[in-house]
């Protein structure tokens, strides 16, 4: 497999979901779409903010994974293994604890908002 089909079929369809999130984020809590943590999921609100939250840094992440890639696989001699999915792990870590982190900055226990 080359380079360029492994970034895509990687960080191209990273960033292609994130987009779709973006696009099209989850109305009411559920089980099956969405950012789901028991915290995110506490009432309306903090699922209204948690997942806008995380899809606007999903999208931002996930969009530097796949241009970091397809620069990768530009310069690179070898064929990629690992790089690309090292990319994608971090875009989702990093999307995840910037959420959690802006949750907890915002709400408190209970889920109710702070001032």
């Known amino acids: 497999m080359s380079s360029f089909t492994y970034v895509l079929t990687t960080n191209g369809v990273l960033f292609l979901i994130s987009v779709i999130f973006w696009k099209f984020p989850p109305k009411k809590i559920n ?3 969405g950012y789901r943590t028991p915290k995110a999921m506490q009432n309306q609100q903090i699922w209204d903010f948690a ?3 995380f899809n606007e840094a ?4 996930s969009g530097f ?6 620069l990768l696989a530009t310069i690179t001699k070898v064929a990629l293994s690992w790089e690309p ?3 994608v792990a971090l875009s989702l870590l990093v999307s995840i ?3 959690e982190r802006s949750i907890n900055d915002n709400f408190t226990d209970e889920g109710k908002k702070k001032k």
């Open 51 to 53: 997942n806008n939250t």
């Open 85 to 87: 999915m090292v990319l």
């Open 65 to 70: 994974s796949f241009l970091a890639a397809l």
């Open 97 to 99: 604890v910037k959420t």
């Open 31 to 33: 089980n099956i779409y």
């Open 58 to 61: 999903f999208l931002k992440y």
